[in-house]
């Protein structure tokens, strides 16, 4: 079968790899949808902190069921959304129900084979069934999903006011997600054009540039007071440490975004706000359904993001031209025919 895979920073091909042996308590899927994600870009770049080389990239998928278990509750023929976090099922935060920062956590596309590849085989409860979905919906599930999870985390409450930094699709979803909610929501970011979007889009009511007078705009736009809620998803070390000016006394700064460095701040800061900080890792099952349930209701904006497209057979020349290539570029969708 056809899949992509990364060799090695700027080594991206499309080759032919063994079709994959369904696992006794797996179901064989034929992947129809494939999102390109940053963590795609980041693979392909050489950045990534977790990744071996070579690796078949892709872990945002949709899927048709081909084959299942006896005795599965899925049928050959169903579209289903591949939750790509593949966990033990037995250390501290699987037994505390957080299989998503599970110890041996495996992420496809990541730590593992992933799936922008025409087959996979995948555990039976890593498939949700995606019922009244298209491939494009069902394929947007997880980087949603990673939002809506950072959201919950944050335990965010109507009427707060709420900072997004970062308006990428995981920063997006972020701000979809508290303004579903019931926050008042302010997205930051650098890139103009993106700030356009997310205003335009409704997806956050106000914006903020990145400027030497970022602080002070903040605080304008707080009456002095700051945000209750900061969830910082740029993945950038001086936009994250900055961050934590941005957050209210007795407010909270969730990170979203990763990077493979320190972050450092000012603890007489943290202890004189008592602020909250958080670590946010992929996303639950019931993250999942929040925004399986959004999108088939239609509350989450969809097809304005989704906004590129490709082939799987084109895929390893579109990939690196997009990393340079950005206007307009919020979400590429790979098609699997």
Request: glycine share 10%; proline share 4%.
């Amino acid at each position: 079968m056809r899949a992509v895979v990364c060799h090695g920073p700027r080594r991206l091909a499309v080759e032919d790899r063994p079709e994959p042996r369904r696992g006794e308590a797996d179901v064989l899927v034929q992947v129809r949808r494939i999102g390109i994600c940053g963590t795609d870009f980041h693979i392909f770049e050489g950045t990534h902190p977790y990744l071996k080389y070579p690796r078949v990239i892709g872990h945002e998928l949709s899927g048709e069921v081909l084959e299942a278990p006896s005795g599965s509750a899925l049928t050959p023929g169903e579209i289903v959304v591949v939750n790509p976090y593949l966990s033990c099922g037995a250390c501290i935060a699987c037994r505390k129900g957080k299989p998503n920062c599970c110890v041996r956590i495996a992420v496809l596309g990541v730590h593992c084979d992933g799936g922008m590849c025409e087959r996979i085989s995948a555990p039976e409860h890593n498939l949700y069934r995606a019922e009244g979905m298209t491939f494009d919906q069902a394929a947007s599930v997880e980087f949603l999903a990673i939002g809506a999870h950072a959201v919950a985390r944050s335990r965010l409450y109507a009427g707060a006011r709420a900072l997004v930094i970062g308006a990428g699709p995981i920063g997006l979803g972020t701000a979809i997600f508290a303004g579903l909610a019931g926050a008042d929501v302010t997205i930051m970011e650098r890139e103009a054009e993106r700030l356009a979007f997310a205003v335009d889009a409704e997806i956050a009511a106000r914006s903020i540039a990145v400027s030497d007078r970022t602080a002070a705009l903040v605080r304008e736009a707080t009456d002095g007071d700051n945000f209750e809620f900061v969830f910082d998803a740029t993945g950038n070390h001086a936009s994250m440490e900055a961050a934590f000016d941005f957050v209210a006394h007795g407010g909270t700064l969730t990170l979203v975004g990763l990077i493979s460095a320190n972050v450092a701040f000012s603890d007489p800061e943290l202890h004189k706000r008592e602020m909250t900080l958080l670590a946010s890792r992929n996303a639950l099952r019931a993250d999942f359904e929040i925004v399986m349930s959004a999108v088939k209701n239609g509350r989450a904006p969809l097809q304005r993001l989704l906004t590129h497209r490709t082939t799987l057979l084109s895929v390893a020349g579109d990939l690196p031209r997009w990393t340079t290539e950005k206007t307009g570029l919020i979400k590429a969708l790979v098609d699997v025919k």
